[in-house]
């Protein structure tokens, strides 16, 4: 049997003036080049986890707009899409059932709209793809009733502790800027708005250091000189976990990204490991300036409010050990008005943070976000998938109008990625960091 793994991929807005600003700024476009090429992980773990006896092909889809014809050879296909691209995802799983091709859908979207996208599929898989991946092998291969409409793996938590190492080696290695690694699903947090895997995974698990490490080694067998990006959406929770995986790490010799929460700036010892253990950057969700933006945006313990008054020296502690930061900003949170702007613009600059990563307030389905907003009446357009950019502006704020969102958010990234000030930020880092190490070994900043 051939099986085509094919991962809808790329960058997009909506809104065609959007797509055409945000091409523009340096800034921007850079980091837009280097992410843009990331493979879809969890495709190459569903991979690892296929028998030998079929036969594999991994592809991409940029732009569907740009593909006529579609690669035919394939007994069945599996895609995998994010919200933004799954109308897409859809009109190509409808090409290949009109060939005779079983289709198989499922992801972070599929899981949250199944009635959905069982329109569009001979079966949908929901939740964590491990689960019941070989379940669903062993029926498409077998002569007996073939595959089941639905494989709901939610209530089955997978244990990443029998993890596979993702079949990196599907890939055509030099595409490619960086390569992915999960170390974690889940999150302590709940946030409103996040559509990341706490919808398919509830609950904070860890990936086992000797799994990951098997696969940076895979990688490195792969790929001399590897760049990770680790796949994560807050790493460093567990800080014993955290900090054996540094150690072990640090005796790789490869650089790499991942994201956090800003309690990472409160162990300095966390901080001199992960720099010796080759982190250039950490991605942090500040999203708000003010109280006002962050009251009540995660749910548990209103915990990023609480931590406002630390962000500023975050920012500082983190950079001061040679790791530089990306701060995140969401723009159009209930309680911000067009003043938010400013304020943003003020902190960045205040912070000295290297990078700064704007987007709009995003309702994607299965987010209590999405609910809340639908209930209050304040969705533009419902089901508008192809909105859940985190550019494109489909809700209506609370504090400002939606054309006051849409042109903060043009005006306040074209001060935020022009050339001169991403020039000046990262700079002002390396310049402060070169004069810390002056006068400091580098054990001493810690
Ligand atoms: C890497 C990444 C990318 C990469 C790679 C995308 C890819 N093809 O996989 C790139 C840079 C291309 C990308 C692009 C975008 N991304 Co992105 N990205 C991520 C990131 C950082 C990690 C995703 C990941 O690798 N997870 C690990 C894997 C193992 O998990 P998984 O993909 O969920 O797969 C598991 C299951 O879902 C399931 N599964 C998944 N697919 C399939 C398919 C089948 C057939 C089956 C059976 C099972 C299955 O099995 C897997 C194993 O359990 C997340 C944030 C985060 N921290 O998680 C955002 C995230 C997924 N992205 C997001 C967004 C919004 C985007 C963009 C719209 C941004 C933009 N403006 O263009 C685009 C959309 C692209 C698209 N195709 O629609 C949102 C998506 C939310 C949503 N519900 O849609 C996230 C959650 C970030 C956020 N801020 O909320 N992204």
């Not at 859809?90 to 069982?118: F, I, N, S, W």
Request: glycine share 6%.
């Amino acid at each position: 049997m051939k099986l085509g793994l094919i991962a809808m991929s790329g960058l997009r807005a909506s809104n065609p003036e959007l797509t055409a600003f945000g091409l523009t700024l340096p800034g921007f476009v850079e980091r837009n080049r280097i992410v843009a090429s990331l493979p879809s992980l969890g495709l190459l773990t569903l991979a690892a986890l296929t028998p030998p006896e079929i036969d594999i092909s991994y592809l991409e889809v940029p732009d569907l707009r740009l593909v006529s014809g579609i690669p035919a050879e394939f007994d069945m296909v599996a895609i995998s899409s994010f919200s933004a691209q799954i109308n897409d995802a859809y009109e190509l799983a409808d090409r290949y059932r009109k060939l005779g091709t079983k289709v198989v859908l499922g992801g972070l979207h599929v899981t949250a709209v199944p009635e959905e996208a069982q329109r569009h599929a001979d079966s949908v898989v929901l939740g964590e793809g491990e689960p019941l991946w070989t379940k669903l092998m062993a029926d498409a291969l077998s002569s007996g009733a073939g595959l089941r409409p639905v494989y709901d793996a939610r209530s089955h938590s997978f244990n990443l502790s029998t993890s596979p190492v993702p079949r990196f080696d599907l890939l055509d290695i030099p595409r490619y800027n960086r390569l992915t690694v999960q170390t974690h699903r889940g999150c302590p947090f709940r946030c409103e708005f996040c559509a990341a895997s706490i919808q398919i995974s509830p609950t904070y698990k860890l990936k086992p250091v000797d799994r990951v490490m098997n696969e940076i080694h895979y990688i490195k067998s792969l790929w001399d000189r590897p760049y990770i990006e680790f796949a994560d959406d807050n790493t460093f929770v567990n800080k014993a976990h955290s900090k054996a995986l540094m150690r072990a790490l640090a005796r790789e010799k490869v650089r790499w990204f991942t994201e956090t929460d800003l309690s990472v700036a409160d162990d300095l010892d966390l901080l001199g490991l992960m720099r010796d253990a080759g982190c250039a950057q950490v991605l942090i969700g500040f999203e708000s300036t003010t109280f006002a933006g962050l009251d009540g945006v995660e749910q548990k313990s209103n915990w990023k409010a609480r931590m406002l008054d630390h962000y500023l020296s975050t920012v500082q502690r983190i950079q001061d050990h040679g790791i530089t930061v990306n701060g995140c900003f969401v723009l159009g949170l209930d309680g911000t008005g067009p003043e938010s702007f400013d304020e943003i613009w003020k902190f960045v600059c205040d912070s000295h943070l290297y990078d700064v990563q704007i987007t709009v307030q995003t309702p994607f389905p299965g987010t209590p976000l999405y609910d809340r907003y639908r209930r209050e009446g304040r969705l533009l357009r419902e089901n508008a998938w192809e909105m859940c950019t985190l550019f494109d502006v489909n809700f209506r704020p609370n504090h400002m109008s939606v054309s006051d969102l849409e042109r903060g958010l043009r005006e306040l990234g074209q001060r935020i990625y022009s050339q001169s000030f991403t020039r000046r930020r990262h700079a002002d880092f390396h310049k402060r960091y070169r004069e810390l190490r002056r006068v400091s070994s580098p054990k001493e900043i810690s």
